[in-house]
């Protein structure tokens, strides 16, 4: 049956699993928050000394429209969209356009007496890594050709994300040193001998993971400087210095709550 509030993991629809399925909310939440603080000298106020933002629990409700003389069924679509849950990955919303939540963990509903045909069914899907809601399609800004400079990169969101940087070196001759600047935060790469044609690539996995790799192989271990391009949303300045000329990729998926 396809309904007008549709939720699909990794890429298949929860609807399409069985005609007779009907999703009855999907609520997406809001990221929990964990503040702490202090007292403030003076007798008032309080000064915030941590701020952590911890998960975010998208609940999906369903029922399924089979009498409760046919059991079997009942039961065979229960197990069908239990397993259709425990792929996690990749969870998206019909209403929510160009949003995604990256589902790390999921929180299954009681079997219940399947005799009772109108109950409801309620699966949590959480998120632990990246607690947000995330953009589909990145924002990006290319640089055709630079040593060193700076340039405008929109960032979109409401609270702060990473930064994924492709560096090509486009020379002729071997880079042996990178270093990026954004939102004030510096990375380098000094000694990082990256080859004519080749690329320096900092991203993230689906869990917000840095990766970095150069000329194909892994770079981590040459990064020095901050632990990863974190940046607040708006126009973000970006500067490099580089030994060789090479062509500039700046991009981010906004996060939301």
């Not at 996690?88 to 929180?107: A, E």
């Not at 939102?183 to 689906?206: C, D, R, Y």
């Not at 917000?208 to 271990?221: E, F, I, Q, R, S």
Request: proline content about 4%.
């Amino acid at each position: 049956m396809r309904l007008s509030r549709r939720v699909a993991l990794g890429g298949r629809q929860l609807d399409e699993l069985h005609r007779r399925i009907v999703i009855r909310s999907v609520v997406p939440g809001t990221p929990v928050q964990t503040v702490e603080d202090t007292d403030r000298m003076g007798g008032f106020g309080k000064r915030i000394t941590r701020e952590h933002w911890d998960t975010l629990e998208t609940q999906v409700v369903w029922a399924m429209d089979i009498p409760k003389t046919n059991l079997q069924e009942r039961r065979d679509v229960y197990e069908l969209v239990t397993a259709w849950a425990m792929r996690k990955g990749w969870l998206t919303v019909s209403y929510m356009d160009n949003r995604r939540m990256y589902v790390d963990q999921v929180i299954l509903p009681q079997g219940g007496d399947l005799w009772a045909w109108a109950d409801d069914f309620t699966i949590v899907f959480r998120a632990v890594n990246v607690p947000f809601w995330q953009e589909i399609t990145a924002n990006s800004k290319t640089v055709a050709s630079i040593t060193s400079g700076t340039t405008v990169v929109p960032v979109n969101g409401v609270v702060p994300c990473p930064l994924n940087v492709t560096f090509q070196n486009i020379s002729g001759q071997a880079c042996t040193n990178f270093t990026i600047t954004a939102g004030g935060k510096t990375m380098s790469f000094p000694g990082i001998n990256l080859g004519g044609s080749s690329e320096l690539v900092i991203s993230h996995t689906n869990s917000g993971l840095l990766k970095v790799t150069a000329n194909g192989a892994d770079a981590y271990g040459k990064m020095q400087g901050v632990d990863d391009l974190i940046v607040s949303p708006g126009d973000v300045n970006v500067s490099i210095s580089a030994t060789r000329a090479g062509k500039l990729t700046v991009s981010s998926f906004g996060r939301y709550v």
